[in-house]
């Protein structure tokens, strides 16, 4: 599976962004997804994942209720809903595909397939 991210860009704290993660082939329905960052200097870090169906969901403690991860299956399509953002938000993310899981994933070396990463910028 292919994953395109988009979405990304320059907010001022406090505001919103919607991130998209859009899947070719036919399997999305199959894959657990996850949503990743890097912000400059620092690891690759863990922010959301959801299951297969959409119906269970996990988010690090950084995003807890600020961020709504959700998928469509219909559309192929993953979304990170972020509000209230942080100067500290501010990182290349990454979604990613994890295609042999059993509920959700939280851990890099679970994930089969990486997008390439929209910037998002959080200014102060």
């Known amino acids: 599976v292919q994953l395109q991210a988009s979405g990304g860009g320059l907010v001022q704290a406090g505001g919103s962004l919607r991130l998209s993660c859009v899947a070719s082939?036919?399997?999305?329905?199959?894959?657990?997804m996850g949503w990743f960052r890097q912000a400059p200097g620092k690891e690759r870090e863990f922010v959301a994942t959801i299951s297969r169906s959409g119906g269970s969901t996990y988010y690090a403690d950084s995003v807890k209720g600020r961020f709504t991860i959700s998928k469509d299956n219909a559309k192929n399509t993953m979304y990170l809903q972020m509000n209230s953002l942080k100067p500290q938000d501010t990182a290349v993310y990454y979604c990613?595909?994890?295609?042999?899981?059993?509920?959700?994933?939280?851990?890099?070396?679970?994930?089969?397939?990486w997008g390439q990463g929209t910037q998002v910028t959080v200014s102060s």
């Open positions: 082939g036919r399997t999305f329905s199959t894959y657990i």
């Open positions: 990613a595909a994890d295609k042999e899981g059993t509920r959700y994933s939280m851990r890099e070396y679970e994930y089969d397939y």
